[in-house]
């Protein structure tokens, strides 16, 4: 495609595109047809264009395609360590355009990037870089000239025409109509693709291995896995991860829970986009993991299931194109680098589940969190395709005949572990467009929470079969069948024949598995079993029927006495199957014979059980397959840094700070620009820091309290050698590292504390915010997420606001002699409080008590101070 003609036609879409939803990304990737030369075709629009998908040209007659782009950067061109990479002066020229100079980059095979000077450089614009491969990014700093770097993106990609075919014709009419004006050349190849879009499904395709032998009477199924539609617009995907630390790791649990918040927190019978979103990133992450099979050693959590395929209908929503417009994509897009698809998958649905159970917290303060990051391990490899996967994953309608074969006999786990992981049924629905089904497994209210209202749902409530869901005979499902049960309140709640058949059997024997297409029996249980359930975590209700302690039907919360058996049994079958004490029961109301109904009992009873036994089912499923391969996160050390690294004659934080990054690995001394949305940031790579850190808190060990006051401690030492007759210190980044009151400021600020260091997240902003700066907005960051923390039990705490008031602009000294030994002494009491608060820093004795207020945080250490215990 020549210069001229490319940019009328990404003109002429940008604005099509934009306005349904897809993104006006400022590197739209393009295909060059046969023919094409570095400054011309021979054959303009030598293929036939079916699609546009995500800034992305489909070639129909191609099986290959290859992606050809630039990822553009305000900065000459560097390595990985922030050096200035290799111009070859063999490969520099004076071009007066720079679609020139690409032109020549996309024809030299060794070319990976192009630097552009548009005012020239050593008389020159143009400069290939040539048999080096510069970092994906420009360098960083101070802009040296007007340099642009342009970073060379390339990914084969394999398309069949059925998957090409399965893209919306919708679509295609506008990539059709906008391109048609452009070219005369071009419009027989536009009309024919046109033309031949109804006879594509009958058109041969190229062999693949995931579709069925075609016969005259047959069409090859469509197939389209994830690794086609996940874009990596950053530069070449990773197929496989091959480190991360606890920080990258939260980066992304942190990013993910940032676009649920984004997502209306409404939520009502019939719309609640949190709930949903949840629900599909589980559903996505669930059909990668469940077509592990074993007798083959293929499958798991490998990033790959076909999502053409009739059981992932639904999935392409959060996944990639857009579910209440949000995608996982966007996510991945930031990562996917450095990260598989594999690994990302698994990481969202955790992010995922995280997020759901802080909702759950935010209303039932006393329930426990749940963290995968120790026990998380990264190593999975991404299967471009998959296609031996094809309708393995379980058939609701067959019942517990298929969790067995599927949970049990491919994944691994036992009915105990098969109960447990079952629980993410707990969050999201169903729906009659994806699989058939149609409802909440819980409330919808509770479907936006991580908790065990699946189970207390199976044991609270009565369930009757509704057969033929939406008028489909092959779709049969039970719904909620409490006598006082309104849908219109909580939503329309339903269970399919594999969650009710874990606890629940046909007959008394447990010989007959539960089927809502042939029976007409309730499944309801006697409340005395499930008491713990009703006063815990459903607020004392059974069938909808409030059981107290004292009161009206306190007697149901009784085992069965003899004389009145009868008529609380009548009456709690009535609340429980539609109103009707005489209703069929399915199977044993007292001792259901379902291969998992003692699990199910102790969800229901005891909610941090199931958490305990879901998180270990987790590990096995999404491990399986990759057993040999996985690792544990690494410690949140910035790299290049070594947690023993001792500080000889380099005693300040300037000289100890390193940047990578920086204008040729220099640090920037002072901040020069800084907007909201860049405090917040480096607020939030602080918060990632604690967060990666474990939550226990007890008489010896309580990490974030010990990190927090490190860096507020690290902050203090700073500000407080400000000497006004001097005009010299205060908060300028520096203060001596080898005497002996700053004993253990290095291992917060670089060593480690528990493994974690703020140079972890300086390096991501020391080319832009100066060390002086950091330390402060780190400061402030301890203090926002451990006020953050109180507010999570004192729900009525007031909030506190420091970056209303912060400004940016302090200058990182790199040398402080001046300041040995001027920090107060609490041997001398309130002379030195006056001498350093009072008299040098200028505060007032209220403002004085409020300051020293940062001991809440953090303890004395006698490797440190030499005191010892908690404030």
């Known amino acids: 495609m020549v210069p001229t003609l490319r940019v009328l036609l990404l003109s002429a879409l940008a604005g099509p595109l934009h306005a349904r939803g897809l993104p006006r990304e400022s590197h739209v990737l393009f295909e060059r047809p046969q023919g094409c030369s570095a400054y011309g075709c021979t054959e303009a629009f030598g293929m036939t264009l079916l699609q546009v998908k995500a800034g992305m040209f489909l070639a129909a007659d191609w099986e290959n395609t290859l992606e050809v782009a630039y990822t553009e950067h305000s900065n000459f061109c560097v390595t990985g360590m922030g050096e200035d990479v290799h111009q070859d002066e063999g490969h520099s020229m004076n071009h007066s355009d720079v679609h020139v100079c690409q032109e020549l980059c996309d024809t030299n095979a060794n070319c990976s990037a192009f630097e552009w000077y548009a005012s020239g450089w050593r008389g020159k614009r143009c400069f290939l870089i040539v048999d080096t491969r510069p970092a994906a990014r420009g360098a960083r700093g101070e802009q040296w000239r007007d340099a642009k770097c342009f970073v060379k993106v390339a990914k084969t990609h394999r398309y069949s025409e059925q998957s090409a075919e399965a893209w919306s014709a919708d679509n295609q009419t ?141 999935l392409a929503e959060c996944l990639y194109s857009g579910e209440f417009g949000k995608s996982l994509a966007s996510v991945y897009e930031m990562h996917c680098t450095e990260v598989s698809l594999a690994d990302f998958i698994v990481i969202a649905a955790e992010g995922a589940i995280k997020f759901a159970r802080k909702l759950y917290q935010e209303s039932f303060p006393t329930r426990t969190g749940i963290d995968f990051k120790d026990t998380f391990r990264f190593g999975r490899a991404t299967a471009r395709t998959c296609a031996f996967a094809s309708h393995v994953l379980p058939d609701p309608e067959k019942s517990c005949d298929d969790v067995k074969r599927v949970f049990v006999d491919n994944l691994g786990l036992d009915w105990r572990e098969a109960a447990a992981l079952m629980g993410v049924h707990t969050m999201g629905r169903a729906s009659v467009n994806n699989s058939g089904y149609d409802g909440w497994w819980s409330d919808a209210i509770n479907s936006r929470y991580f908790n065990n209202n699946y189970y207390t749902s199976m044991l609270l409530k009565g369930w009757v079969p509704e057969k033929a869901v939406a008028g489909n005979e092959k779709k049969n499902q039970w719904v909620n069948a409490n006598e006082n049960y309104d849908p219109n309140i909580g939503g329309k709640e339903m269970m399919l024949n594999s969650d009710l058949c874990l606890v629940f059997t046909f007959d008394l024997k447990g010989k007959e598995q539960l089927d809502a297409a042939t029976q007409n029996c309730c499944t309801w249980a006697h409340p005395a079993d499930v008491l713990d359930a009703a006063d815990f975590y459903n607020e004392h209700q059974y069938c909808g029927v409030e059981i107290h302690e004292t009161g009206n039907n306190s007697h149901w919360r009784k085992e069965f006495i003899q004389g009145e058996f009868m008529d609380v049994f009548r009456q709690q079958r009535a609340a429980c199957c539609l109103g009707d004490e005489k209703h069929a029961d399915c199977g044993h109301v007292t001792f259901p014979r379902g291969p998992s109904s003692a699990a199910i009992y102790e969800f229901a009873n005891d909610e941090p059980a199931w958490i305990e036994v879901f998180k270990e089912a987790w590990d096995k499923v999404t491990s399986n397959g990759f057993e040999n391969s996985l690792q544990e996160l690494q410690e949140c050390i910035a790299p290049h840094d070594s947690p023993d690294k001792e500080i000889t004659t380099e005693a300040y934080p300037a000289s100890i700070m390193t940047c990578p990054h920086g204008f040729h690995g220099e640090a920037t001394i002072k901040t020069e620009s800084m907007t909201s949305c860049e405090y917040d940031e480096i607020i939030k790579s602080v918060h990632v820091l604690l967060d990666s850190l474990p939550t226990d808190c007890n008489a010896t060990y309580c990490p974030q309290a010990d990190f927090a006051g490190c860096s507020l401690r690290m902050a203090g030492h700073d500000f407080m050698d400000y000497m006004p007759e001097l005009g010299k210190g205060g908060s300028d980044g520096c203060t001596n590292m080898l005497e002996g009151d700053n004993a253990g400021l290095a291992a917060c600020l670089y060593g480690g504390e528990h493994g974690v260091s703020l140079q972890y997240a300086y390096h991501q902003f020391c080319d832009k915010v100066s060390l002086a700066d950091f330390i402060v907005i780190a400061a402030e960051a301890v203090i926002s997420f451990t006020r953050a923390t109180h507010q999570k039990e004192f729900k009525d705490a007031v909030d506190i606001n420091l970056k209303k008031d912060f400004k940016y602009g302090r200058t990182t000294v790199r040398t402080c002699e001046f300041s040995a030994h001027i920090l107060p002494n609490p041997e001398q009491s309130c002379n030195d409080v006056k001498r350093v608060f009072v008299k040098n820093m200028g505060l007032d004795w209220p403002h004085a008590a409020a300051l020293m207020g940062v001991h809440s945080l953090g303890r004395a250490s006698v490797e440190n101070s030499g005191y010892d215990g908690w404030w």
């Open 174 to 314: 506008m990539v059709l109509k906008a391109v048609a004006p452009l070219a005369a050349k071009s419009d027989t190849a536009i009309k024919s693709a046109a033309a031949t879009k109804s006879a594509a499904t009958t058109k041969s395709a190229a062999p693949s291995t995931s579709a069925k032998p075609s016969t005259s009477a047959e069409t090859t199924e469509p197939v389209v896995y994830p690794w086609d539609v996940m874009t990596c617009h950053s530069g070449p995907a990773a197929e496989k991860t091959l480190s991360m630390t606890r920080c990258d790791y939260q980066q992304i649990i942190l990013e993910i829970e940032s676009l649920m918040h984004s997502l209306p927190s409404e939520c009502t019978p019939t719309y609640c986009p949190q709930a949903d979103f949840a629900g599909c990133a589980l559903r996505m992450a669930g059909h990668d993991f469940m077509d592990y099979t074993p007798s083959i050693g293929k499958g798991g959590a490998d990033g790959c299931t076909n999502m053409a395929e009739g059981e992932n209908k639904g």
